[in-house]
C-alpha cells in the first residue's frame, strides 16, 4: 500500500529525515518509536504532505505523494489525526466532523451523514456532545473527535501522532480498543507513539527511529521481546537511542 524509500525531508536546510525506507501493507499497522527529535512526526509530516522540503521515493496505491498537494494526499485515501488534535475549538463537535469529510467532496463516497453515524458509534461521547463546542471537551474526548474527524474522510490509510498523549491510562486503553477494531474492519495504521509498550501492543511491525534514520525493524511481538530496546524504551533510559546513541 505505502512504499517509501531513500526519504530525506527537512525543515530549511535543517535535514530531519536521512534516507527512510518504510512500507505498510494492506490492513498492517505499523508502529514508529524512538527518542523525543528522532523525526517520527517529521515522518508522518512527510507522507501528508505539509513538509515541503522532500526528496525520494513515496508511492501509496500508484500514487507518487511526493508530487502532490495536502489535499490530493488526504483525498487519496492518506489522512493524519495530527499532534495536539488541532481542532476547530469554536465550532460544535457535529461541525469538526463535517469538516472532516471536506476532502470527499466531488467523488464518490457515503454520505457525511452516514460516515457521522458511525464515528457516534465509535464513540458514543461524541454524539452526546454534538452540539457543544469542541473547545470545551476533556482531553480524551477531543482525541476521540480528533480520530473521527479524519474517519469521516475514509481513509485508506490513517496517520497517528502521540494520541496517548496527556491522556489518562483509562482513556488511553479505550482509544487504543477502538483502533484495533478499526484495523480488524480492514483500516492500515501507521503510528508514532511515546508509549512504546501500548503502540507495539497493537501494531503488527515496529520500526525504532534515530536521528532521522531507521535503526532496527522487526515485528512488534520481536521488539516487545528484544532485551536493547526493552532496556531502552522499557527501562529508565528512555532518552537513549538504539545501540546507546542519543535520539537526535
Given at each position: ?190 503510528l508514532v507513539e511515546q508509549d512504546a509498550r501500548i503502540a507495539l501492543s497493537l501494531a503488527h511491525r515496529g520500526l525504532v527511529m534515530v536521528r532521522g534514520q531507521v535503526m532496527l525493524e522487526d515485528s512488534a511481538e520481536g521488539l516487545l521481546g528484544n532485551p536493547e ?20
Open positions: 500500500m505505502l512504499a517509501i524509500s531513500g526519504l530525506r525531508a527537512g525543515y530549511g536546510r535543517i535535514e530531519v529525515l536521512r534516507g527512510i525506507d518504510l512500507a505498510v501493507a494492506d490492513r498492517e499497522i505499523v508502529t514508529i518509536i524512538g527518542a523525543n527529535g528522532a523525526g517520527k512526526s517529521t515522518l508522518l509530516r512527510a507522507i501528508s504532505g505539509t513538509v515541503g522540503n522532500r526528496s525520494g521515493a513515496m508511492d501509496f496505491a500508484g500514487n507518487d505523494l511526493l508530487r502532490m498537494s495536502v489535499e490530493a494526499i488526504a483525498s487519496a485515501g492518506v489522512v493524519q489525526v495530527p499532534e495536539g488534535r488541532q481542532l476547530f475549538g469554536p465550532l460544535s463537535v457535529e461541525e469538526n466532523l463535517q469538516l472532516g469529510s471536506y476532502t470527499r467532496r466531488g467523488r464518490r463516497g457515503r454520505p457525511a451523514g452516514e460516515k457521522m453515524k458511525e464515528v457516534f458509534a465509535l464513540f458514543p461521547l461524541l454524539e452526546e456532545r454534538r452540539a457543544q463546542q469542541a473547545g470545551t471537551l476533556s482531553g480524551g474526548e477531543q482525541q476521540m473527535l480528533a480520530i473521527g474527524r479524519a474517519l469521516m474522510a475514509e481513509p485508506r490509510l490513517l496517520l497517528l501522532d502521540e494520541p496517548s498523549m496527556g491522556l489518562a491510562p483509562l482513556i488511553v486503553r479505550e482509544i487504543f480498543r477502538t483502533l484495533r477494531r478499526l484495523n480488524e474492519a480492514g483500516l492500515a495504521m501507521l530496546v526493552q532496556a531502552i524504551y522499557f527501562g529508565r533510559h528512555a532518552g537513549r537511542g538504539v545501540s546507546g546513541t542519543e535520539g537526535g
